[in-house]
C-alpha cells in the first residue's frame, strides 16, 4: 500500500512539472479570467469589451421556448447592437464555470459556464480559439436559458 502511495505522488509531482501541463494550467487559468469579463461586459452593457473579447464572425445561438422555432441566432454586429441598446443585460450575474477543456496544442477550447441572476439562468458552452497575437477570443457562444417559474 506504502508504494502504490508513493508512486501515484510520485506520478503527481512529475506531471506538475512538466511544462505542457504548467502550460495548459495556466491557459485554462486565462480563460477562466476571459469568462468573468465576459460576464461582466453582458452585466454592465459593454459592447465594446464583448467585441474586445470576441472574434468579429463570433455567432450566438439561443435555445428557449420563448424564440421562435425555439433558436435565436445573433452574430456579433447584432449583439453589440443589443447592448448598445440595452435590450439585452445591464443586470447582475453570477458566474459558476463547471469546466474548461483544452486541446492538447493549446490552441482551442470549451467553456461551460452557468449565469445565474434574478430574470434567468444561462447555460453556455463557450467556444475559443487563440488566434492573431495568442490571445484567447470567443468563436462562439451556445446558450439554454431557464427563466424563473412564475
Known sequence: MMYFRTA???SL????LNPAYAGKKDEIKAIKGLMQEWVDSGDKQDAAL???????ATVHYVTGER?????????SEQYAAL?????IGGQERK??????????LLSNAVARIELTSAKATFYQFVALSKIGAGEWK???????V???QS
Open 67 to 75: 424564440f421562435e422555432n425555439g433558436l435565436r441566432v445573433v452574430n
Open 138 to 144: 470567443i468563436m462562439s457562444v451556445l446558450s439554454s
Open 83 to 87: 447592448l448598445e441598446g440595452k435590450k
Open 95 to 104: 458566474l459558476k464555470i463547471h469546466s474548461v477543456q483544452i486541446d492538447d
Open 50 to 56: 464583448a467585441a474586445k473579447l470576441t472574434h468579429a
Open 146 to 148: 431557464k427563466l424563473p
Open 13 to 16: 509531482a512529475i506531471a506538475t
Open 8 to 10: 501515484v505522488l510520485m
